[in-house]
T-cell receptor, first 110, second 113 residues
Framework: GQQVMQIPQYQHVQEGEDFTTYCNSSTTLSNIQWYKQRPGGHPVFLIQLVKSGEVKKQKRLTFQFGEAKKNSSLHITATQTTDVGTYFCLSLDSNYQLIWGAGTKLIIKP | DAGITQSPRHKVTETGTPVTLRCHQTENHRYMYWYRQDPGHGLRLIHYSYGVKDTDKGEVSDGYSVSRSKTEDFLLTLESATSSQTSVYFC????????????FGEGSRLTVL
């Protein structure tokens, strides 16, 4: 079936550094959502992108949907300890099937 | 937050025993989903339901069955648990406004010894 590749699997950063995770598909996506899962918690919805080239911001988080609607990114500026967790993308493909990325785990170096 | 609860939250069982996990929602939503989450695999769909007595398989349905006799309850059963079914199980429902957002339960951590 269709897949969405999410990279990297892990990212270690110093507090205050930036973090980015990417989701890439070989086919056009109807939309893309981003979720955050804190350690030991459950996924929590962050945002949904629908339009080609869409950019949305939530404080230090910037979400982008590619022009071809085949890729998306989540960028966190100046990470804080509260950002620790795993970030997942979820997309709806052209057949209206839900496809999850495998997640990127954000780890803050001590 | 959407009203969705899972039980039990933690369970340890032995290989070969049956296990049932319950998902309960108070949102009266047609759709309910069961996922399992394992390191390196993200969330994988086990089964989903689109109404009372209407269910379908997901990508990792082998070894699992489900039932939905009431709108509010979606049960996941492992008829004979195996160690490979040790995982965290999440139930999810879409939001009431049908924006596509999913709300998740707190999860059920199952260990099969």
């Amino acid at each position: 079936g269709q897949q969405v590749m999410q990279i990297p699997q892990y990212q270690h950063v110093q507090e205050g550094e930036d973090f980015t995770t990417y989701c890439n598909s070989s086919t056009t996506l109807s939309n893309i959502q981003w979720y955050k899962q804190r350690p030991g918690g459950h996924p929590v919805f962050l945002i949904q992108l629908v339009k080609s080239g869409e950019v949305k911001k939530q404080k230090r988080l910037t979400f982008q949907f590619g022009e071809a609607k085949k890729n998306s990114s989540l960028h966190i500026t100046a990470t804080q300890t509260t950002d620790v967790g795993t970030y997942f993308c979820l997309s709806l493909d052209s057949n209206y099937q839900l496809i999850w990325g495998a997640g990127t785990k954000l780890i803050i170096k001590p | 937050d959407a009203g969705i609860t899972q039980s039990p939250r933690h369970k340890v069982t032995e290989t070969g025993t049956p296990v049932t996990l319950r998902c309960h929602q108070t949102e009266n939503h047609r759709y309910m989903y069961w996922y399992r989450q394992d390191p390196g695999h993200g969330l994988r769909l086990i089964h989903y339901s689109y109404g009372v007595k209407d269910t379908d398989k997901g990508e990792v349905s082998d070894g699992y069955s489900v039932s939905r006799s009431k709108t509010e309850d979606f049960l996941l059963t492992l008829e004979s648990a195996t160690s490979s079914q040790t995982s965290v199980y999440f139930c999810a429902i879409p939001d009431r406004a049908n924006t596509g957002e999913l709300f998740f339960g707190e999860g059920s951590r199952l260990t099969v010894l």
